[in-house]
């Protein structure tokens, strides 16, 4: 069984960069207080909490002077906030989140009603709705009332940075298919993270050419789940685990080739241990296999004398 890891995978650098920063903090400082969850992966907060970085949900748990925003970015106001309160703030936000709130920012500016194609719940697209001066929603369906959109008047349209871009294009395609006639202008800034489609593509390169995919990363990490997601679209075996201990023998019963992949929160030791477990797996079931070989042709070969059926060398010898 051949174990091939996916070309591009785990952290991104927005998250890789945002955890040394968290990790410099502490170091400095003792510890740091982050608003929210630096990665969507437990084992990894664990990890950064014992190094003394603690997340917060708001800024009145905050213990000390300063605050870190994580990767994900958060709204203009709790910039604001912040400076009321008399934070410090530590900004880990990614520079392609940014370039995403610049771009709602600048469409929200411009008269434009902004469209984010992305869950509405996840921290960096409620924080992009932040820029929007209120005139922007999120969504992952293009179903709107045509009233209300005839008030928007003009319409622009971005996407949360990790989304799928077949879907991406969907909405964009449903949306002018159905509001063309009833807006004056639909603009259309494609803000997927160039990391994230290497990530998804590599993703799917793979899945094409195993027989099973494993997909490494937090449960509650979107990424990780669109990869599985993406991956069992290709048609393939997926399976979407935490951790190596996961892995279950039955899955890998006559596969030649198992893939691994990994969501931008999933880190590099992770990875490689669930790739050492795999080959591990691999050893054992490759031995056991060679094992119940011979079991099996010493048995043959033992049942077969007894039967009156001697092998060629018994045969030879009888005849002197
Ligand atoms: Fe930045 Fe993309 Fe990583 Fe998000 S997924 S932190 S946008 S590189």
Redo the contacts with the bound molecule.
Sequence with gaps: MQIIKAEDLGF????RH?IKTAEQMARQYGKVDTLGDLVHNTQVVQRLEQQGVRIVDTFDDVDGAKVMFT??GVGEKVYDEARARGLQTIDAT????RN?QQAVRDLANHGFFVLVFGDKDHV?VRGVLGWANGQALAATEARFDAMTVRRWNKVGIVSQ??QDPRRFTQFVNSFISQYNDDVQEIRVINTI????RRQKQSAIDLARRVDLMIVVGGRHSA?TRHLAEICQEVGVETHHIERPEEIQVSWLRGRERVGVTAG?STPDDIIDRVVGHLEEMARRAESQDMAAHRHEAAFSATSGARDGYPDTASTAGGSR
């Excluded at 990614?94 to 989140?97: A, D, G, T």
């Design positions: 991104c650098f927005g998250v945002a990767a994900h990614c520079p392609l989140v995403v960096e940075t990790t993270c160039l990391p994230t990424n931008s």
